[in-house]
């Protein structure tokens, strides 16, 4: 065992089977109990230049100090525990908003209130090989857009900055 | 080999001298030859390719073929900091003639030393006069020269050169040279054609301009990239690393915003230069900040904060928009890997499963990790990067760089400095090599625009004395004799 | 001048020769620095490149950035891309979340991710598999009627396709080329680059981030540094070369690595190591060279009830100088800490290590219990130089930054509202000023511009050359 702690902790007769990884500059040396995500289980572990020294030893009904960022269970089709999930994983601040959505932000209009083309699909609009002109014409390409875009600016949602 | 010696070091002071050029040659191990490069080449089947590069771009060429930018006049005033030097020192490699005016006392940098240490000052040969190591190492091929421009007559001599430049470089605070009268307004009267160019940290004008303490302090290099949000962006996530212990926004190493500014600098002012001089335009004035050069190569950063009202966060070694694409802790420091499309992606699982059969199984049988994009997520980046530090862990740097080449990963340790000097490939080059300069021989690094088949970049020489060339440029342009230079020395003025 | 040399004018003498011109002289120097840059009008004044015509074989920052400085200045730039596929870094966006459509007609799932921002501005997008014998004389026919080129290939890729130097200046003697890559000739010319390479292999990372001995570890710049500013120097070297080639008529052909940019950065690093042995090491948020010059944690931040965690957590840091020493025993004065002074009078003796620990560790204790802006403001309102490290948000609201229209937003012809904080920022040039128009263009945008009206290709046979994918 190394920086992955591969639990394999019985639960319900069935071995645990979670990987609780140790993400290496947190770990790289550090000492200290770290519960599995999955069922709980603390071990201890003691860890100097990436190599787990010592550990892990389980340390039943003590308390960790810290939790793993990221978790998964290859038998069970990669499910997994991302960073911040209460009482399993470690949360993760240091991050741009305060929810991360992993996958595409399909954004209509920008932060001020006007339309940016940030969602999928857009109709086709491309003339010969793929060319394009040098105009947006939202009016006719997204009308549902255009429409809640006339509402945003009689409502005086439509700001300079 | 030099002759064994006994010593005794009691201090710092006994250490001085003991490691120079001369007892301790560099490089330490030759560079690699040619024969040894060849088979390279070969392998790839481009041999007849690098050898015509070789032929055509070698560095030690450099000095047999012309000067791109002979000709052109450039007048560099500033202290402090190296923004208007760096962009100087530019104009000097290309081969223009740059002079740079300090005031009599000297430019306050000329002073500065690591950990304010004297013995690290560099001791020039024939006069005797120190000089700190960075200000030697940003004025290449610049002619020192002092004039006190608060006075009436520095003011006159002033005019006069900046009359027949095609730049000038203005390193002093806002306003210092408008208020003195020798400011883009008043110079333009008598030069229309000079391309003035204000280099500095934040501007000369707005909210945010630089300041001065109430004791006459400059805003120097890092606050321009504290301004910009680039040191809010650099360092580890207080999530790896306790605060205060590293996990904390932290600044760069150099002064780099001085350094963004100043290739901006040379870039507007050649440009201007051009459009001058093909396209029959004029003289103009021109501001580079390096809170704003920098903010250039933000990336998309604000662009972001304008789409989703997202603040970017410090990443440390790895990046939010490529996997792989970080350095991690390896055996013996740290090692980078990169790749990023499908085919590297996998190159690095093949080299890595070979040692760590678990590596291949746990990333390439990943469902979430199958698609380019998405391994960019944050939970991707933590699995895959716990589990490549798990192979580096047992390889070393050299090692993860072999195995990792053989499988045309862009692979490369953090090297210090010392290890980039003996990089094969930086000794072969060479990227750093040692140039006799007035200071004795010293390692510099080599300019990147020096490999070129007809104008190559280049250094002639570094660093100056107070005042060096003040006979020859008073001279030259302004056609003040020996006795007027020394009349004016006396009264305190050059 | 007058005919008759007895005839005194007026305009002919020296100063102000209007009413205007006196305004300028008497004009405070701020608001005379205003009027001069008219920021916003950027679009009416002439183009310094205009003329120039680039190509660009190019991926990733590095090299598009080189040319993107120039597309900036007013070259007009080509860039080529593969088919269908786009260039890599289309495909990046942080965190997988932020992507702009459309790509291409025939990709109406995939966006352009942000990344690809700020390096391709106002650039025209053709697609090409330039490495086709097909297509090859219609590469020529681009190389005959342009300046110069940038590309990125491995060495003696564009070789064997007959698309190096070697080549095309015989088509065109005035042509510049340009490598930009990671190493060039020599025992790793074969070996791949990105920014992160330069960063670690040339020792910026060796010199960036806390000391071993307080636990820290090497970091990296987080934005592309080495990328961007390889990228400019590049363009400097191409401006220096086409100065050249005023004079001779002759092109050039230059050969980049952007792995040895940042050694050339390292101002004192190499030298130390050469004449004393040294090895230079990270010395974290303060200087080695004067002190008190860095950045210290502040006990609160600024904004504790943010929603966005980098205001919440982060809002904490503030770089703090007064090396000098009156502004260093002003310091002392307004934090309590005489005794510091009375020990570090002298710079020499501050700037050591030992004392550089001492003092900024005593600083962070005295701000332990002070927010960001507060510290801030007690030392600016001493006379002290002190700044807050700011964020991206900071920047986007920043009075200075809209004033001086370095960041403002943009209607993008394609993509709509979009910020933008590249191009204009690099400098503000009175008569010659850089420009953006836009951001990028979808994938062959161009195709039809550049086939038919600057090549005059029948647009029948653009079609066909799309439908076999050679475009």
């Known amino acids: 065992m190394c920086d992955i702690i591969w639990c394999k902790k019985e639960v319900g007769g069935k071995p645990c089977d979670t990987i609780n990884y140790l993400d290496p500059y947190c770990f790289w040396n550090w000492e200290g109990k770290i519960n599995c995500a999955e069922c709980g289980t603390v071990y201890y572990i003691h860890m100097i230049q990436g190599f787990m020294y010592k550990g892990p030893e389980e340390k039943p009904g003590e308390k960790p100090d810290t939790s793993p960022l990221y978790a998964d269970k290859p038998y069970d089709g990669y499910s997994n525990y991302r960073p911040g999930v209460e009482g399993r994983t470690r949360p993760f601040q240091c991050i741009p908003r305060a929810k991360l959505l992993g996958v595409a932000d399909k954004v209509k209009f920008s932060i001020r209130g006007r339309p940016v083309r940030g969602w999928r699909p857009q109709p086709p609009s491309a003339g010969l090989a793929g060319s394009f002109g040098f105009n947006w014409d939202i009016q006719k390409l997204s009308p549902e857009v255009w429409e809640e875009y006339q509402k945003k600016l009689a409502a005086g949602e439509v700001k300079d900055w | 080999m030099p002759e064994k010696r006994e010593i005794e070091i009691n201090s710092r002071a006994d250490t001085i001298g003991l490691m120079d050029l001369d007892v301790r040659p560099y490089p330490v191990t030759p560079p690699p030859t040619y024969e040894q490069v060849k088979p390279i080449y070969e392998r790839r089947k481009a041999l007849e390719f690098c050898n015509w590069a070789e032929d055509n771009l070698r560095f030690e060429k450099r000095y047999e073929k012309d000067e791109a930018l002979t000709g052109y006049r450039i007048l560099d005033i500033g202290l402090w900091r190296l923004g208007h030097k760096f962009c100087a020192s530019l104009y000097g490699e290309a081969g223009s003639e740059v002079v740079s005016i300090e005031p009599p006392g000297g430019d306050p940098l000329r002073k500065l030393t690591p950990f304010g240490r004297d013995e690290y000052l560099l001791q020039n040969k024939d006069s005797g006069e120190k000089c700190g190591m960075e200000f030697v190492n940003e004025t290449v091929n610049t002619h020192c020269v002092t004039l006190d421009v608060e006075t009436a007559e520095g003011q006159e001599i002033f005019r006069k050169m900046a009359a027949n430049v095609d730049v000038l470089l203005d390193g002093m605070p806002p306003g210092y040279m408008d208020n003195l009268g020798i400011g883009y307004r008043q110079l333009k009267e008598i030069n229309p054609r000079m391309v003035y160019v204000w280099v500095g940290m934040l501007g000369q004008w707005g909210p945010w301009k630089d300041k001065q303490s109430k004791f006459g302090q400059w805003m120097i290099e890092p606050f321009a990239s504290a301004a910009n949000s680039w040191i809010h962006n650099t360092g580890l996530a207080q999530d790896l690393l306790p605060r205060g212990k590293g996990g904390d926004p932290t600044r760069a190493g150099i002064w780099l915003a001085d350094y963004v500014a100043g290739a901006q600098a040379f870039l507007n002012s050649i440009s201007a230069l051009y459009w001058r001089d093909e396209l029959g335009g004029t003289g103009q004035m021109i501001e580079v900040t390096g809170a704003e050069a920098l903010m250039d190569i933000l990336d998309f950063d604000i662009t972001w904060y304008g789409f989703n009202s997202s603040i970017k966060a410090r990443t440390g070694g790895w990046d939010a928009c490529l996997n792989q694409y970080a350095w991690n802790p390896c055996k013996d420091g740290y090692m980078m890997i990169g790749g990023q499309t499908d085919k590297l992606w996998y190159n690095i699982g093949f080299c890595l499963e070979r040692d760590d059969t678990q590596f291949g199984r746990l990333i390439h049988e990943d469902p979430l990790l199958k698609e380019m994009a998405a391994r960019n997520a944050l939970h991707s980046l933590i699995k895959t990067y716990t589990l490549t530090t798990r192979w580096l862990r047992d390889t070393n740097r050299v090692e993860a760089e072999t195995k990792l080449l053989e499988y045309q990963v862009a692979a490369g340790p953090v090297l210090y400095i010392d290890e980039v000097c003996e990089f094969p490939h930086f000794k072969y080059r060479p990227w750093v090599y040692v140039h006799e300069t007035d200071y004795g021989p010293l390692l510099i690094a080599s300019s990147p625009a020096s490999y070129q088949l007809r104008a190559p970049f280049r250094c002639k020489w570094m660093g100056r004395d107070i005042g060096f060339d003040n006979y020859e440029i008073y001279l030259k342009w302004t056609g003040m004799g020996q006795t007027a230079v020394n009349a004016m020395k006396q009264k305190g003025v050059i | ?471």
Not at chain 3, 35 to 63: A, Q
Not at chain 3, 145 to 174: Q, V
Not at chain 3, 348 to 365: N, P, S
């Open chain 3, 1 to 471: 001048m007058a005919q008759d040399p007895r005839v005194t004018r007026m305009e002919d003498l020296p100063g102000p020769k209007s009413k205007g011109e006196m305004d300028e002289f008497k004009m405070p120097y701020e608001e005379y620095c205003k009027k001069l840059f008219d920021v916003g009008n950027e679009h009416t004044k002439p183009k310094p490149l205009n003329g120039i015509r680039w190509l660009s074989c190019t991926m990733y920052i590095f090299t598009p950035h080189a040319v993107a400085n120039l597309a900036e200045l007013g070259a007009e730039v080509i860039k080529l891309e593969i088919p269908r596929m786009g260039e890599p870094m289309r495909h990046t966006s942080p965190f997988n979340e932020v992507y702009l459509y459309p790509f291409h007609d025939a990709r109406p799932m995939t966006g352009t991710g942000l990344g690809y921002t700020n390096a391709n501005p106002n650039k025209y997008f053709v697609t090409m598999d330039y490495h086709i014998p097909e297509m090859r004389e219609v590469f020529y026919s681009l190389v005959k009627k342009s300046d110069g080129l940038t590309e990125l290939y491995r060495p003696g890729t564009l070789d064997k396709w007959k698309m190096s130097y070697r080549y095309l200046s015989e088509i065109n003697p005035r042509f510049i080329y340009v490598w930009g890559g990671g190493f060039g000739y020599g025992p790793k010319v074969f070996g791949g680059s990105y920014d992160i390479l330069g960063q670690a292999h040339a020792g910026l990372a060796s010199i960036t981030g806390m000391h071993e001995y307080m636990g820290g570890h090497c970091s990296k710049c987080t934005n592309w540094i080495i990328d961007w500013q390889s990228g400019t120097l590049i363009s400097c070297a191409i401006m220096s070369a086409i100065h050249h080639r005023r004079k001779t008529g002759l092109g050039t052909m230059i050969e980049f690595s952007q792995v040895q940019v940042p050694t050339r950065m390292l101002g004192h690093t190499t030298t130390m190591y050469g004449k004393f042995g040294i090895v230079r090491q990270r010395w974290g948020n303060w200087d080695t060279q004067l002190a008190v010059h860095g950045i210290i944690l502040c006990g609160k931040s600024d904004f504790p009830d943010a929603d966005n965690p980098q205001d919440k957590h982060d809002a904490r840091y503030v770089m703090v100088s007064a090396f000098q020493d009156q502004d260093f025993k002003e310091l002392c004065d307004i934090t309590g800490l005489k005794e510091l002074y009375d020990k570090y009078k002298v710079y020499k003796d501050r700037v050591e290590g030992e004392a550089q620990l001492e003092i900024y560790t005593a600083l962070e204790k005295w701000a332990a219990d002070k927010s960001r802006s507060q510290v801030a403001k007690i030392l600016t309102d001493a006379g002290i130089l002190a700044e807050p490290v700011r964020n991206d948000r900071e920047v986007y609201e920043s009075q200075h930054y809209r004033e001086r229209g370095t960041v403002r937003w943009m209607d993008d012809p394609i993509f709509g509202d979009m910020v933008v904080h590249g191009g204009y920022s690099t400098g503000l040039m009175e008569k010659s000023p850089r420009r953006i128009n836009w951001h990028w263009r979808p994938l062959g945008a161009d195709n039809k511009k550049i086939y038919r009206d600057l090549l005059g290709v029948p647009l029948t046979k653009i079609e066909e050359w799309y439908k076999k994918a050679y475009i």
